[in-house]
């Protein structure tokens, strides 16, 4: 139940995160943010958000890679998404992050819309807003930063 989308520029060494608010707790869902942001730095996560909330705060803790959560390694896990000037990256079942330097990418259920949506031509705004009308799984409005 989420979609997370971002622009790059490389050029400019800014990055527009969108996260969207749905979040499900077992088979019900309600609305929470996802999207996190600390001092230079804009967090967001897929998954479980128990399983997102420990990988951010093990980032935030410096990201020591002998203290990757455990929970993360099993087959239900989470990706947190860390937004910064330099770029994206992921960071899934390892403590090594995978850097994404597109101009723009998505995450989570809507991505494969989101991503049309982007190669059409469409703003962030318009990518959030047209996803949560196509998918059910994504919604409940959306939440944006900018990094510059």
């Known amino acids: 139940m989420t979609l997370i989308a971002w622009q790059y ?12 608010r749905k979040i499900s707790v077992g088979n019900v869902f309600r609305e929470g943010g996802k999207l996190f942001r600390h001092g230079n730095v804009v967090h967001a996560w897929t998954g479980p958000s128990d399983f997102g909330l420990a990988l951010m705060q093990w980032r935030i803790d410096g990201g020591n890679p002998t ?3 455990t929970c993360n390694s099993g087959q239900d896990f989470a990706v947190l998404v860390e937004a910064s000037t330099r770029g994206v990256e992921l960071f899934c079942q390892s403590p090594f992050g995978i850097l994404i330097t597109e101009p723009f990418w998505a995450l989570g259920a809507g991505a494969e819309f989101a991503l049309g949506a982007f190669s059409a031509g469409a703003t962030l705004e318009a990518v959030m807003q047209l996803t949560e009308q196509r998918v059910a799984s994504c919604g409940l409005g959306f939440d944006v930063e900018v990094l510059e």
């Open 67 to 69: 203290n990757f959560p």
């Open 9 to 20: 520029s490389t050029t400019l060494k800014s990055v527009r995160l969108a996260a969207d």
